[in-house]
């Protein structure tokens, strides 16, 4: 019987939180039974570094290891991840296989729509959606498939809501400052704002809210509620095993 393992990849955080975060996921996938040890590590800011987590993954008696990119867009860090483990493989007769990162998926649409509704449903707002304004706040990348990875969730959210638009914490535009300016124009009764981040680091606790905050208040817009970042959500859990059978089952 071919023993198997998974190792998760993640940028890195020195928040607690992130780590917390990932060792629930991991818990939560090994428990399914499918995998002999499930890891994480970190491609850059705190250790485990993905030479520790692959020589953890080496000590466990695998025949195979499944390694996941937990990004949310297929930009450079995903790529440097990718060209980190695949450096290893030489060395060892353990056969490695790598999924595509969490993006352009239904299941990031499914986990960002509860975050609105849950938003909505503690704010007390009780509006039809086609009367409620949506802004995503993501990251920001140099790569122009972050851009398509979230307009892909725009996209679908844009039909069911009265605006849906998008903004970028650094790097590319609209900045959150002009993201806020944009939904202002449209006058919204209510504007939900997502945190499109996977964990609960720095970004979410300090440098959005940095920039959000004074933006909000130096607008006109009468009610907005903001939402909880993506965690540790069983729909990422079957997202990262969907990730792992396509690259398993095409052996």
Same mark, same amino acid.
């Given at each position: 019987m071919?023993?198997?393992?998974?190792?998760?990849?993640?940028?890195?955080?020195?928040?607690? /939180?992130?780590?917390? /975060?990932?060792?629930?996921?991991? /818990?939560?996938?090994?428990?399914?039974?499918?995998?002999?040890?499930?890891?994480?590590?970190? =491609?850059?800011?705190?250790?485990?570094?993905?030479?520790?987590?692959?020589?953890?993954?080496l000590?466990?008696?695998?025949?195979t290891?499944?390694?996941? %990119?937990?990004?949310?867009?297929?930009?450079?860090?995903?790529?440097?991840?990718?060209?980190?483990? +695949?450096?290893?493989?030489?060395?060892?007769?353990?056969?490695?296989?790598?999924?595509?990162? +969490?993006?352009?998926?239904?299941? +990031?649409?499914?986990?960002?729509?509860?975050?609105?509704?849950?938003?909505l449903?503690?704010?007390?707002?009780? =509006?039809?959606?086609?009367?409620v304004?949506?802004?995503?706040?993501?990251?920001?990348?140099?790569?122009?498939?972050?851009?398509?990875?979230?307009?892909?969730?725009?996209?679908?959210?844009? %039909?069911?809501?009265?605006?849906?638009?998008?903004?970028?914490? /650094?790097? @590319?535009? %609209?900045?959150?400052a002009?993201?806020? *300016?944009?939904? @202002?124009?449209?006058?919204?009764?209510?504007?939900?704002?997502?945190?499109?981040?996977?964990?609960?680091?720095?970004?979410?606790?300090l440098?959005?809210? *940095?920039?959000?905050? %004074?933006?909000? @208040?130096?607008?006109?817009?009468?009610?907005?509620?903001?939402?909880?970042?993506?965690?540790?959500?069983?729909?990422?859990?079957?997202?990262?095993?969907?990730? *792992?059978? @396509?690259?398993?089952?095409?052996?």
């Amino acid at each position: 019987m071919t023993r198997r393992g998974m190792l998760i990849i993640d940028r890195g955080s020195r928040e607690r /939180e992130a780590s917390e /975060e990932l060792e629930n996921i991991c /818990e939560m996938i090994q428990a399914g039974g499918r995998y002999a040890s499930v890891r994480f590590c970190f =491609l850059e800011v705190v250790p485990p570094y993905i030479d520790d987590g692959i020589a953890a993954c080496l000590k466990d008696g695998l025949d195979t290891l499944t390694i996941v %990119p937990y990004f949310l867009y297929p930009g450079k860090k995903t790529k440097n991840a990718v060209t980190d483990v +695949m450096r290893m493989q030489a060395d060892t007769d353990v056969k490695f296989r790598v999924t595509k990162q +969490m993006s352009m998926h239904p299941a +990031m649409v499914e986990i960002v729509e509860s975050r609105i509704t849950a938003a909505l449903e503690e704010g007390g707002v009780d =509006l039809p959606r086609e009367k409620v304004d949506v802004m995503i706040v993501g990251h920001g990348s140099v790569d122009p498939n972050a851009k398509r990875s979230l307009d892909y969730v725009v996209n679908a959210l844009a %039909p069911s809501y009265r605006n849906v638009s998008r903004c970028w914490l /650094e790097i @590319e535009q %609209p900045d959150i400052a002009a993201g806020v *300016a944009t939904c @202002e124009r449209d006058d919204p009764e209510v504007l939900v704002i997502v945190f499109y981040f996977l964990h609960e680091g720095a970004h979410v606790k300090l440098d959005v809210n *940095a920039d959000l905050k %004074p933006a909000l @208040e130096r607008s006109s817009i009468r009610r907005a509620l903001l939402t909880k970042h993506i965690g540790a959500d069983d729909r990422m859990v079957n997202l990262v095993l969907e990730r *792992a059978k @396509e690259v398993e089952d095409a052996d």
